[in-house]
C-alpha cells in the first residue's frame, strides 16, 4: 500500500482554477493507477478522474471533462487535478486514491489506498 497526502485545496470564485496535488510514499508508486474522488456534504463519494501507471490513459467524468485534466510524475511521487474555469458544484472534500495495477477502474471500492482529502470551495 501507499500512503498520500493531498494539498492545495482552497477558496476560489466561480471561473478560477485551482491544482491539487497529491504526494505518495515508497517506491511502487508507478505500479499503482491513481485517481481524485470527491465528497460534498450529504452526498456520496464520486469519482472524478483516474490516470494509469504510465500516464497514457486518463478517465473523467462527465462532470468536469474539458474543464479537468489529470496527470502524474513518477519521478515526483506525485499526481495533480488541475481544475479550471470551477463551478460552485465543484465545492467538495477532494480525495486522492491509489488502484494496484494497470487498470483504470473508476469505482470506490476499486481503491486500496486513501488520502485523507483537502477541501474545495468554489464561491458564486
Known amino acids: 500500500q501507499v500512503q498520500l497526502v493531498e494539498s492545495g485545496g482552497g477558496l476560489v470564485q466561480a471561473g478560477g482554477s485551482l491544482r491539487l496535488s497529491c504526494a505518495a510514499s515508497?517506491?511502487?508508486?508507478?505500479?499503482?493507477?491513481m485517481g481524485w474522488f470527491r465528497q460534498a456534504p450529504g452526498k456520496e463519494r464520486e469519482f472524478v478522474a483516474v490516470?494509469?501507471?504510465?500516464?497514457?490513459?486518463?478517465n473523467y467524468a462527465d462532470s468536469v471533462k474539458g474543464r479537468f485534466t489529470i496527470s502524474r510524475d513518477n519521478a515526483k511521487n506525485t499526481v495533480y487535478l488541475q481544475m479550471n474555469n470551477l463551478k460552485p458544484e465543484d465545492t467538495a472534500v477532494y480525495y486522492c486514491?491509489?488502484?494496484?495495477?494497470?487498470?483504470?477502474?473508476?469505482?470506490?471500492?476499486?481503491?486500496?489506498?486513501w488520502g485523507q482529502g483537502t477541501q474545495v470551495t468554489v464561491s458564486s
Open positions: 486514491a491509489a488502484q494496484f495495477g494497470s487498470y483504470t477502474y473508476t469505482g470506490v471500492a476499486d481503491f486500496g489506498s
Open positions: 515508497g517506491r511502487t508508486f508507478r505500479r499503482y493507477a
Open positions: 490516470i494509469s501507471w504510465s500516464g497514457g490513459s486518463t
